[in-house]
């Protein structure tokens, strides 16, 4: 259902882009790699990091000025923690000396950016997250005891802001007597994301955890040739 969706706002932005010819307008999508997961408020004695995953995207920019331009960024990102215990806790399974959870969230990002030179921009704004599943294992050493689905200790819906530096360049474009006239801009962006409501439903107040990660991402936009708004 999630995935159908996306990928319809994907085809239609790419139908109003080729038939509109708007050369303020850029649609595209984004591979890359996601560092993330819940952020607890509370010390912990034992080892905490967060998990590496893949992640993907689809965008759209319309240009407002010479320098600046809205965007909607909406994205897939799973999250996750691995929490290496100092003492083995007992399990119905046997003894455990690791903890790690994973959350799968769709994630849409509304955006200002502001173009530093030609190529550089920075841009920020809010999001909003919404917690497709989350699930919670243990393990000893490699061998996974036991496996659960939590997503309903969560809350599935997270307002957010997000932050961003990016490069972008043309790469290709249509020939000239193609029906459509297309240019093809290759882009690669660092992010950084967080939202500011509570995760957990189960923990009120400063014990709450909230999502935060970073992520670096490459991929594609596709707009129009033409005179941007602003470049007249």
């Known amino acids: 259902m999630i995935l159908r969706g996306f990928f319809a706002i994907f085809f239609l932005l790419a139908c109003s882009v080729l038939h509109g010819q708007n050369p303020n307008l850029e649609i595209g999508f984004g591979l890359g ?23 993907g995207s689809v965008r759209a920019k319309f240009r407002i000025g010479e320098k600046s331009a809205i965007g909607i960024n909406i994205a897939t990102i799973i999250l996750g923690n691995r929490q290496n215990l100092s003492t083995p806790i007992i399990t ?22 502001r173009y530093i030179s030609d190529h550089w921009y920075v841009q920020g704004g809010p999001n909003v997250n919404y917690l497709a599943w989350s699930t919670g294992a243990a393990y000893l050493g ?3 005891l036991f496996k659960l689905t939590e997503t309903d ?3 599935r819906w997270h307002a957010g802001a997000t932050l961003s530096v990016g490069y972008t360049t043309k790469v290709d474009q ?59």
């Open 92 to 113: 119905i399974n046997g003894e455990a000396d690791r903890l790690e959870t994973r959350s799968a969230l769709l994630a849409i990002d509304v955006l200002y950016r």
């Open 153 to 155: 200790v969560y809350n």
């Open 142 to 144: 490699d061998i996974r």
């Open 33 to 55: 790699i996601t560092k993330g997961g819940l952020l607890p408020n509370i010390s912990s004695d034992h080892e905490v990091s967060e998990v590496i995953s893949p992640q």
């Open 174 to 232: 249509s020939r000239k007597n193609a029906p459509w006239q297309v240019q093809v801009l290759w882009f690669i962006e660092l992010k950084s994301s967080a939202t500011i409501n509570h995760a957990i439903k189960s923990i009120a107040g400063e014990e709450s955890g909230r999502f935060g990660y970073v992520e670096l991402s490459t991929g594609f936009t596709f707009g129009s040739i033409g005179t941007p708004t602003g470049r007249n």
